[in-house]
Nanobody, 121 residues
Framework: QVQLVESGGGLVQPGGSLRLSCAASGRIFSIDAMAWYRQAPGKQRELVASVPNGGTINYADSVKGRFTVSRDNAKNTVYLHMNSLEPEDTAVYYC???????????????WGQGTQVTVSS
């Protein structure tokens, strides 16, 4: 199996910063795209940022210029650096990875358990 474990969430004041991490482990042959999503209370889950294994990084318009996504392929880890946080960024943040477990298998999507980010004074 494949597990994604997130860390780094918490409570921060408006204007503050946080860094989220997500490490993939288990039976992994290769990982294509890795991404961060978020879901606020009463809202649908939305894409925050995605970073393919090569290619163009994408950001939601609402976080452009404030958030930076990066990955360390040697560690199967994706990061989300969040600056200038706003109350509207409050949500549960989920890590997603498109993983191939064996060379002969297709890619499947896996999700982390989520980490809470609360921006409040």
């Amino acid at each position: 199996q494949v597990q994604l474990v997130e860390s780094g969430g918490g409570l921060v004041q408006p204007g503050g910063s946080l860094r989220l991490s997500c490490a993939a482990s288990g039976r992994i042959f290769s990982i294509d795209a890795m991404a961060w999503y978020r879901q606020a209370p009463g809202k649908q889950r939305e894409l925050v940022a995605s970073v393919p294994n090569g290619g163009t990084i994408n950001y939601a318009d609402s976080v452009k210029g404030r958030f930076t996504v990066s990955r360390d392929n040697a560690k199967n880890t994706v990061y989300l650096h969040m600056n200038s946080l706003e109350p509207e960024d409050t949500a549960v943040y989920y890590c997603n990875a498109n993983v191939r477990r064996r060379r002969t298998e297709p890619f499947y999507d896996y999700w982390g358990q989520g980490t809470q980010v609360t921006v409040s004074s």
